[in-house]
């Protein structure tokens, strides 16, 4: 098989499919396996959900409480944020790098109008000290300006009480009530 | 060009100019983070920040106003591809932007009109400008990126604004349902943009067009048609849903009924007129890659009228699936709303049905697309542009006003059920008269602005159908589709008419010269003077036309 067959797109293709194939038999290959050797002791004690002796408590499809999904949400937006950062970042360093250096190849040769080759053999890769201060204030401004949007909205969302695990009720209660509540607590057991 | 000239050259002529360009879009995003900081600081501010949204709104109308002055000189100015060419400026986005933040002045009004006092208005307006922010992207769109993005933000805030009513099983229903189906259909889209960038080698929209007319002109292999067309109708799933056209409507009628009646009129509406932007753009992007959205003149690349005349079986392509989609969106539409009970769900069929009439221009225009020996033609295209913009500026208060009437008689009586609606002729005669006139502006009878409506996109219709016979039959499909809706919509009309009172209900009296009888007066008007005075919006209609192709 020469190498133009091997990478058009059919041969692409049947690699994939061969790759999928052997992984999703293999799983099946080994439960498969599995079953012939293992011993079959079918006991109440067994068949329990936690073998290991847990009990299990409730049946298994209970809801979730909403308050983790909004934390996961929050957590993703940040998330993102952050590899957004990334290659702005990158490019921030880069550029105060290239200009550091060719300010330090300017003092040195004494020639003002000094310019950073990057690629030797490529003229229009070559950056300017000018060009790399401009490039390094770009992007520091973008970041601000997209950071500082986030920011009102993650103050926003603060404000609006959504950090709270325990949302804050409508009318604060009063000390009568929330002393009940705390015997209550105590009552069921819980440190106060 | 070295790399140094290149940064001064972004960073200095086109980051410059194409802020410049997006001022409306700017005053919206800063409106957005005024009314958020507003909320924050003010803690003790409890009412909803509607005068905030209106002052941004108004800001954004009046930076954004389509020309000062005469409207030729403006077009020529306004013309030009901004952000590297992922964006393009030009008096299609100004107009169609300037009936976007028309409609969510308008809008904005309605709602504060019709809910009062609930908690969540901050988040309703920060959603909605956050919307039309996206709809901005969407019309502007000159980059596979940016239709992608424009997409999504002028969606998500939808299906958030879809579950407003959290308390409400069906709100949070419809809300589901929309997000899932939009996910979905998004999905499908990005797939077919990826299949149609990496077949032609860019995400620049014209710069796509231009290397398909290279590819065919140099001969284009039967694997290479099948790539890009199964990726063309790939972007059709994505822009279909958007415009809820049929096979993708399915959310429509569920999220209108479960969504209450002033966000329907939002989705009905705005999102509407984005869709058919973004279409319109799309297509004019493969059917005419004109020089002025590239960065740099394409001349070097393919002389215009050889590429033009190349895109021949392109544009073939594009009127088949717009034309088809239309006419089945068409008749679906006003077949479905006939088994309707609840008025939102009917009007969900008629905005379907809608959207049907308003995709036979974008046909029409592509299918007038001449090129001759004489050069290229397009003078009938505008006309088919213009007719559509005409009918989105008509549709934006039909609709608006629809809705409006829906949530005033829910506030009233508690039912959006048409049974409900009986004999309110008595009690509230200037609202059933406003409702007449909407409902018959719908099908379009004289002397209202609907006629007129469908009058020029039906005319572009017949001068299409000259070049392209096969468009009689979308013409056909039309004309009986405008017989068929006025049963439906006569029906609506009837019983709030002629029905008797039902025992059970107390009859809302809502005299036209409250605050909310002036609204729906001021949103009937302009049915009975668009029709009188149409000169008054075709300039502005042929001016949107005039750089798109």
Same mark, same amino acid.
């Given at each position: 098989m020469n190498a133009i067959t091997q990478t058009s797109p059919t041969a692409i293709v049947a690699y994939l499919v061969l790759f999928a194939t052997i992984g999703i038999l293999f799983v099946f290959g080994c439960l498969l396996l599995g079953k012939f050797f293992r011993p079959r002791t079918p006991t109440a004690l067994k068949l329990e959900t936690y073998e290991c002796g847990e009990p299990s408590v409730g049946p298994g499809t209970v809801q979730f409480d909403l308050r983790f999904y909004v934390v996961a949400l929050l957590f993703l937006i940040f998330e993102v944020e952050v590899a957004l950062f990334f290659p702005t970042a990158t490019i921030f360093g880069a550029a105060t790098k290239a200009r550091r250096e060719a300010a330090q190849t300017a003092v040195s040769t004494a020639a003002p109008t000094a310019t950073l080759v990057v690629d030797k053999r490529d003229e229009r890769t070559a950056i300017s000290p000018e060009s790399a201060r401009t490039l390094a204030l770009v992007s520091m401004i973008d970041l601000g300006a997209f950071f500082a949007v986030l920011l009102v909205g993650f103050a926003f969302i603060w404000r609006r009480g959504d950090l709270n695990w325990v949302r804050a009720v409508r009318h604060p209660a009063t000390s009568a009530e929330a002393n009940a509540a705390a015997l209550r607590l105590r009552q069921d057991g819980f440190p106060t | 060009m070295n790399f140094n000239e290149l940064l001064q050259d972004v960073v200095q002529k086109d980051t410059l100019a194409s802020l410049r360009a997006v001022q409306p879009e700017l005053t919206l995003c800063a409106t957005i983070i005024a009314i958020l900081l507003a909320k924050i600081l003010i803690p003790a501010w409890k009412q909803s920040p509607f005068h905030l949204t209106v002052i941004g709104l108004a800001t954004a109308m009046f930076v954004g106003f389509p020309w000062h002055g005469s409207a030729a000189a403006a077009v020529s100015t306004l013309a030009q591809p901004i952000f590297t060419a992922s964006l393009v400026s030009d008096s299609f986005t100004t107009v169609v932007r300037f009936f976007l933040l028309t409609f969510a002045m308008l809008f904005a009004a309605f709602a504060e009109i019709s809910t @009062? #006092?609930?908690? @969540?208005r901050t988040e309703f307006y920060v959603l909605i400008l956050g919307a039309l922010v996206g709809m901005c992207l969407m019309i502007s769109a000159n980059h596979v990126l940016i239709v992608l993005l424009g997409v999504e933000m002028a969606s998500v805030p939808c299906y958030v604004l879809a579950g407003l009513k959290r308390r409400q099983s069906k709100s949070s229903e419809a809300a589901l349902k929309y997000a899932v189906f939009g996910a979905g259909a998004a999905g499908v889209m990005m797939f077919g943009l990826s299949l149609l960038a990496g077949g032609l080698g860019t995400a620049h929209l014209p710069a796509m067009a231009a290397n398909l007319a290279k590819m065919i002109q140099g001969g284009i292999s039967p694997q290479q048609i099948t790539i890009l067309s199964l990726g063309g109708l790939m972007v059709m799933v994505g822009v279909g849903f958007k415009l809820s056209a049929v096979p993708f409507h399915f959310w429509a009628p569920d999220v209108f009924e479960g969504a209450t009646a002033e966000v329907a009129a939002f989705l009905s509406v705005a999102s509407k007129a984005a869709a058919l932007g973004l279409l319109m753009r799309l297509c004019s992007a493969f059917a005419f890659p004109a @020089?002025?959205?590239?960065?740099? !003149?394409?001349g070097e690349l393919l002389p215009q009228a050889s590429l033009i005349a190349a895109l021949a079986p392109v544009r073939q392509y594009i009127v088949a699936i717009v034309a088809v989609l239309a006419a089945v969106t068409c008749t679906f539409g006003n077949l479905a709303?006939? #088994?309707?009970?609840n008025m939102k769900r009917l009007l969900a069929y008629s905005t379907i049905a809608h959207a049907g009439y308003m995709m036979m221009p974008v046909a029409a225009a592509v299918a007038l697309i001449r090129v001759g020996s004489d050069g290229v033609s397009v003078d009938g295209a505008r006309d088919a542009v213009a007719s559509l913009v005409t009918y989105i500026s008509i549709y934006l208060f039909m609709n608006l006003a629809a809705f409006a009437i829906v949530a005033f008689l829910r506030n009233a009586t508690g039912s959006e059920e048409i049974a409900d609606y009986a004999g309110l002729v008595r009690r509230s005669p200037g609202l059933t008269v406003c409702m007449a006139i909407v409902m018959f502006s719908l099908v379009g009878l !004289? !002397?209202?602005?609907g006629f007129q409506a469908k009058w020029v996109m039906f005319y572009s219709l017949i001068e299409a159908a000259h070049v392209c016979p096969a468009l009689w039959a979308l013409l056909s499909v039309g004309l009986l589709n405008t017989i068929l809706s006025l049963f439906y919509y006569l029906r609506v009309v009837r019983v709030m008419a002629l029905s008797p009172e039902p025992l059970y209900r107390e009859a809302p009296t809502i005299p036209l010269t409250s605050m909310v009888g002036m609204y729906c007066g001021l949103l009937t008007a302009p049915m009975l003077l668009l029709f009188f005075a149409l000169d008054r919006v075709l300039p502005w209609a042929h001016a949107a036309a005039s750089t798109l192709f």
């Amino acid at each position: 098989m020469n190498a133009i067959t091997q990478t058009s797109p059919t041969a692409i293709v049947a690699y994939l499919v061969l790759f999928a194939t052997i992984g999703i038999l293999f799983v099946f290959g080994c439960l498969l396996l599995g079953k012939f050797f293992r011993p079959r002791t079918p006991t109440a004690l067994k068949l329990e959900t936690y073998e290991c002796g847990e009990p299990s408590v409730g049946p298994g499809t209970v809801q979730f409480d909403l308050r983790f999904y909004v934390v996961a949400l929050l957590f993703l937006i940040f998330e993102v944020e952050v590899a957004l950062f990334f290659p702005t970042a990158t490019i921030f360093g880069a550029a105060t790098k290239a200009r550091r250096e060719a300010a330090q190849t300017a003092v040195s040769t004494a020639a003002p109008t000094a310019t950073l080759v990057v690629d030797k053999r490529d003229e229009r890769t070559a950056i300017s000290p000018e060009s790399a201060r401009t490039l390094a204030l770009v992007s520091m401004i973008d970041l601000g300006a997209f950071f500082a949007v986030l920011l009102v909205g993650f103050a926003f969302i603060w404000r609006r009480g959504d950090l709270n695990w325990v949302r804050a009720v409508r009318h604060p209660a009063t000390s009568a009530e929330a002393n009940a509540a705390a015997l209550r607590l105590r009552q069921d057991g819980f440190p106060t | 060009m070295n790399f140094n000239e290149l940064l001064q050259d972004v960073v200095q002529k086109d980051t410059l100019a194409s802020l410049r360009a997006v001022q409306p879009e700017l005053t919206l995003c800063a409106t957005i983070i005024a009314i958020l900081l507003a909320k924050i600081l003010i803690p003790a501010w409890k009412q909803s920040p509607f005068h905030l949204t209106v002052i941004g709104l108004a800001t954004a109308m009046f930076v954004g106003f389509p020309w000062h002055g005469s409207a030729a000189a403006a077009v020529s100015t306004l013309a030009q591809p901004i952000f590297t060419a992922s964006l393009v400026s030009d008096s299609f986005t100004t107009v169609v932007r300037f009936f976007l933040l028309t409609f969510a002045m308008l809008f904005a009004a309605f709602a504060e009109i019709s809910t @009062d #006092g609930e908690d @969540d208005r901050t988040e309703f307006y920060v959603l909605i400008l956050g919307a039309l922010v996206g709809m901005c992207l969407m019309i502007s769109a000159n980059h596979v990126l940016i239709v992608l993005l424009g997409v999504e933000m002028a969606s998500v805030p939808c299906y958030v604004l879809a579950g407003l009513k959290r308390r409400q099983s069906k709100s949070s229903e419809a809300a589901l349902k929309y997000a899932v189906f939009g996910a979905g259909a998004a999905g499908v889209m990005m797939f077919g943009l990826s299949l149609l960038a990496g077949g032609l080698g860019t995400a620049h929209l014209p710069a796509m067009a231009a290397n398909l007319a290279k590819m065919i002109q140099g001969g284009i292999s039967p694997q290479q048609i099948t790539i890009l067309s199964l990726g063309g109708l790939m972007v059709m799933v994505g822009v279909g849903f958007k415009l809820s056209a049929v096979p993708f409507h399915f959310w429509a009628p569920d999220v209108f009924e479960g969504a209450t009646a002033e966000v329907a009129a939002f989705l009905s509406v705005a999102s509407k007129a984005a869709a058919l932007g973004l279409l319109m753009r799309l297509c004019s992007a493969f059917a005419f890659p004109a @020089d002025m959205y590239f960065h740099s !003149p394409i001349g070097e690349l393919l002389p215009q009228a050889s590429l033009i005349a190349a895109l021949a079986p392109v544009r073939q392509y594009i009127v088949a699936i717009v034309a088809v989609l239309a006419a089945v969106t068409c008749t679906f539409g006003n077949l479905a709303a006939y #088994g309707q009970t609840n008025m939102k769900r009917l009007l969900a069929y008629s905005t379907i049905a809608h959207a049907g009439y308003m995709m036979m221009p974008v046909a029409a225009a592509v299918a007038l697309i001449r090129v001759g020996s004489d050069g290229v033609s397009v003078d009938g295209a505008r006309d088919a542009v213009a007719s559509l913009v005409t009918y989105i500026s008509i549709y934006l208060f039909m609709n608006l006003a629809a809705f409006a009437i829906v949530a005033f008689l829910r506030n009233a009586t508690g039912s959006e059920e048409i049974a409900d609606y009986a004999g309110l002729v008595r009690r509230s005669p200037g609202l059933t008269v406003c409702m007449a006139i909407v409902m018959f502006s719908l099908v379009g009878l !004289p !002397p209202l602005a609907g006629f007129q409506a469908k009058w020029v996109m039906f005319y572009s219709l017949i001068e299409a159908a000259h070049v392209c016979p096969a468009l009689w039959a979308l013409l056909s499909v039309g004309l009986l589709n405008t017989i068929l809706s006025l049963f439906y919509y006569l029906r609506v009309v009837r019983v709030m008419a002629l029905s008797p009172e039902p025992l059970y209900r107390e009859a809302p009296t809502i005299p036209l010269t409250s605050m909310v009888g002036m609204y729906c007066g001021l949103l009937t008007a302009p049915m009975l003077l668009l029709f009188f005075a149409l000169d008054r919006v075709l300039p502005w209609a042929h001016a949107a036309a005039s750089t798109l192709f």
